[in-house]
């Protein structure tokens, strides 16, 4: 079982940056293939990003177009979103999940990941 916490929301303007973390504990987060999930006001949960255990192996949402990274630090447990060239329809909830897997792969499927944290919100003004 591993908990999950975020960080590193807030509000900022239009065509700023910013970095959220994920800090896992509990053991093995190198067996986990994690994942950046989102949803804004009024709409469904989206996938924003996901890297497989290794850290080797990325997947991105089309609308991320090159302006997010998705990265992980094993040795000290944590996933990191960075976040470039904001827009206004960036702002939402941002949402960090983890997957058992024994390979080295990701998916942007919701229902594959099995454990969630409890969000931190980005809201980028125009």
């Known amino acids: 079982q591993v908990q999950l916490v975020e960080s590193g929301g807030g509000l900022v303007q239009a065509g700023d940056s910013l970095r959220l973390s994920c800090a896992a504990s509990?053991?093995?987060?190198?067996?986990?293939?994690m994942a950046w999930f989102r949803q804004a006001p009024g709409k469904e949960r989206e996938f924003v990003g996901a890297?497989?255990?290794?850290?080797?192996?990325?997947y991105y949402a089309d609308f991320v177009k090159g302006r997010f990274t998705v990265s992980r630090d094993n040795a000290k447990n944590t996933l990191y979103l960075q976040m470039n060239s904001l827009k206004s329809e960036d702002t939402g909830v941002y949402y960090c999940?983890?997957?058992?897997?024994?390979?080295?792969?990701?998916?942007?499927?919701?229902?594959?990941?099995?454990?969630w944290g409890q969000g931190t919100q980005v809201t980028v003004s125009s």
């Open positions: 890297v497989s255990r290794s850290g080797n192996n990325l």
């Open positions: 509990g053991r093995a987060f190198g067996h986990y293939a």
């Open positions: 999940a983890a997957d058992w897997r024994v390979s080295d792969t990701a998916n942007g499927e919701g229902s594959s990941y099995d454990y």
